[in-house]
C-alpha cells in the first residue's frame, strides 16, 4: 500500500498532464516504495534496449561474442532515424565498431543502429526473449521487433510493451547481479550512468552528485525513464520505472512531470531511509 503522505504529494503531477503515468518505486532492502499504473502495459520504446544490452553481455560472459571484436556498420544496417550512425552522417561503407561502442552508443545515445547491431549479436529476438524466459519476465516484459521492423510499423501496437513493475524489477535483478558476471554488470551501468538523452528526467532535480544509471525511450507521445539511484548513504539503492503514454503534451512538459515525480519520491526515500 503506498505512503499516503507520498501519494498526497504525487498526485498533482500524476494527474498533471494527458495521458496516463505509470509508475514503480522500490528500495533494495525496503522494498515496494509506490506504485501508480504500474501494471498497466505501456510501448516501451527505447527503453527495451535494456534487454537487448544484457542478452549481448550475457553472450560476452559465455565467450560467444567479445567486447573488443570489430562490427561492420552496412548502409543497410542503419534504419530510417539514428542520433549517431545515420544516413546523414555515414552513407559510405568503411565503418567499424567494437562491441564494447556499440553498446556503449545504444545506451547512452539511445543510438538505432547500434541497437540492431547488438541484436543480431545477442541472436536476435529468439534469444532475447528466451532469456526473458529464463528470468520469469516474458510475461511482463514482450521484446519482439528490431528497431528496423518497428519503423516499418504504422501505428503502435503490442509489440515492445511492458509493465513499469515489470521494468523496475528487471533493473533490481540487473543491479543485484542475477543477469550478468560483475564486470559485465558493471560496464552496462557505467553506460547507463552517462546516458545522455536522460538529463531532463529521472536525474534533472536530483542532488548534485547523485549517482544515477537509466534508460529513456521517447517517440511522439511516449516519454519514459528507467533508472537505479544511489541514495545518499550508499547502502541502499532506489530504482525507479516512469512510463507516460499517450500524452498530447511537449516532450518538454513530460520530462519535467517525470523529473518532479522522481524528485519526490528521492527526498521521501531520503527522508525515512534509517
Known amino acids: 500500500m503506498n505512503d499516503k503522505s507520498l501519494e498526497a504529494q504525487l498526485n498533482p503531477w500524476l494527474n498533471s498532464i494527458t495521458g496516463t503515468v505509470g509508475v514503480f518505486a522500490s528500495q533494495s532492502k525496503q522494498g515496494l516504495l509506490f506504485a501508480h499504473n504500474s501494471d498497466q502495459i505501456f510501448y516501451l520504446a527505447s527503453t527495451y534496449k535494456l534487454p537487448i544490452a544484457v542478452q549481448c553481455l550475457r553472450c ?57 547491431l547488438v541484436l543480431k549479436l545477442a541472436g536476435g529476438i529468439p534469444s532475447v526473449r528466451k532469456f526473458l524466459n529464463e528470468f520469469g519476465f516474458l510475461d511482463a516484459i514482450s521484446i519482439d521487433l528490431s528497431i528496423m521492423e518497428s519503423f516499418a510499423e504504422t501505428e503502435i501496437s503490442s509489440h515492445d510493451s511492458a509493465t513499469p513493475e515489470a521494468m523496475a524489477n528487471f533493473l533490481n535483478q540487473l543491479v543485484a547481479g542475477k543477469f550478468l558476471s560483475a564486470s559485465s554488470t558493471q560496464f552496462l551501468l557505467e553506460c547507463m550512468q552517462r546516458c545522455k538523452t536522460g538529463t531532463a528526467r529521472i536525474r534533472a532535480l536530483l542532488p548534485e552528485g547523485t549517482v544515477v544509471a537509466s534508460k529513456t525511450g521517447t517517440i511522439t507521445g511516449f516519454v519514459h525513464d528507467v533508472g537505479i539511484i544511489d541514495l545518499p548513504a550508499r547502502t541502499e539503492k532506489l530504482t525507479l520505472a516512469i512510463y507516460i503514454k499517450e500524452t498530447t503534451v511537449s516532450q518538454k512538459e513530460a520530462e519535467n512531470v517525470i523529473a518532479n515525480i522522481s524528485k519526490i519520491i528521492f527526498d521521501h526515500a531520503v527522508s525515512t531511509f534509517p
Open 60 to 116: 560476452v560472459d559465455q565467450g560467444q561474442v567479445k567486447l573488443d571484436q570489430w562490427v561492420e556498420v552496412n548502409h543497410q544496417d542503419i534504419p530510417e532515424y539514428s542520433p549517431i550512425l545515420d544516413h546523414r552522417h555515414f552513407s559510405y561503407p568503411g565503418v567499424k565498431l567494437s562491441v564494447q561502442n556499440l553498446i556503449r552508443l545504444m545506451i547512452e545515445y539511445s543510438d538505432n543502429t547500434a541497437s540492431d
